[in-house]
C-alpha cells in the first residue's frame, strides 16, 4: 500500500521529491486565522494518537474526510474516527490546541491548552496526558519510535527522559522558518516508514548533524535528504496510514 503524507506545499521542490520516491500526499489547506507563515503546517492541524482516530483543524475537516472516503462519503476503513477541532487561532496557546505527540498510551503536550476532545480521548482510551510546558511539543519533537526521539527543546527532553523515552536535545537555529529567528526539529522531518524517516534539507546543513546521524543509526533508522539545502520547518510530514 502506497503511504499517503499530509504535509504543507510551502515547498514545492519537497511534494515533488516525495512524490517522486512514491508516496501519496495531501496538502494541508491554509487556516487563514493563523500566522501566514505556518497556516499551512500540518502539526497545527492534524493530530494522531493511533493512526485510527485523527483530530482536525476545521478548515482541513473536509479535506480529511474527502481523503478517508475518496470523496464518495463512507470511510473506507470503519475504524477510522475524523473528529473537528474548532478555534484553532493565533495567537498562542490558541495555536496548538492539537500540538501533541504520542508515544504509546502517553500523549505529550501542554495540557493547559490542547483540546478538550483530546483530553477526553485520554481519558476514555486509558492514555497519559504527560504535561509539558512547551506548548509547540509536537513541532519541537521528532518521533522515531515509540522508544526513541530527538528535540530541540529543553523541556520536551526532560519531559520525554522523564518517562523513559532514549531521548537527544540538539541545538536550536539550523532549521528556517520565514518570519521567524529559527523553526523546529520536528518541522523540518517526518518518519515516512518504521525505519524511515526525510528531511527536507540536507542533515548535514544542522550543526549537530554528526549526533543526529549516529542517533538514527542507533535506532536503524534511515534518513533521506530531500534536497542539498538547509532544513525548513515545512510544520512536519503527517502519514495518512499506519506506519
Not at 51 to 66: A, D, L, R
Not at 85 to 98: A, E, F, T, W
Not at 103 to 112: E, R, S
Not at 158 to 181: E, M, R, W, Y
Amino acid at each position: 500500500m502506497r503511504k499517503t503524507l499530509f504535509l504543507s506545499d510551502s515547498e514545492p521542490v519537497v511534494v515533488e521529491k516525495l512524490r517522486r520516491l512514491g508516496y501519496d500526499t495531501l496538502v494541508c489547506r491554509p487556516n487563514n486565522d493563523i500566522t501566514d507563515s505556518v497556516s499551512t503546517h500540518a502539526d497545527c492541524a492534524l493530530f494522531s494518537p493511533d493512526n485510527k482516530t485523527y483530530f482536525c483543524e476545521q478548515g482541513n475537516y473536509s479535506n480529511i474526510v474527502n481523503y478517508f472516503t475518496k470523496g464518495e462519503g463512507q470511510l473506507i476503513n470503519g475504524d477510522i474516527t475524523i473528529i473537528p477541532i474548532n478555534g484553532i487561532k493565533s495567537p498562542y496557546p490558541d495555536d496548538v490546541r492539537l500540538n501533541c505527540k504520542c508515544f504509546g498510551k502517553n500523549i505529550i503536550c501542554n495540557t493547559n491548552y490542547i483540546s478538550k476532545e483530546i483530553a477526553d480521548f485520554a481519558h476514555f482510551n486509558t492514555c497519559d496526558l504527560i504535561h509539558c510546558n512547551q506548548g509547540y511539543s509536537a513541532c519541537s519533537t521528532v518521533k522515531l519510535s515509540d522508544n526513541a526521539a530527538i528535540t530541540d527543546d529543553s523541556s520536551v527532553y526532560n519531559t520525554l527522559s522523564s518517562i523513559g523515552i532514549d531521548c537527544i536535545k540538539v541545538s536550536k537555529g539550523s532549521v528556517k522558518l520565514k518570519g521567524f529567528d529559527y523553526g523546529f526539529i520536528g518541522g523540518c522531518c517526518g518518519l515516512t516508514e518504521k525505519n524511515k524517516i526525510v528531511f527536507t534539507g540536507s542533515i548535514d546543513k544542522h550543526a549537530d548533524a554528526e549526533l543526529i546521524k549516529s542517533f538514527l543509526s542507533k535506532h536503524r533508522v534511515e534518513y533521506i535528504n530531500l534536497t542539498d539545502g538547509e532544513l525548513i520547518d515545512i510544520g512536519g510530514i503527517i502519514p495518512l496510514y499506519s506506519i
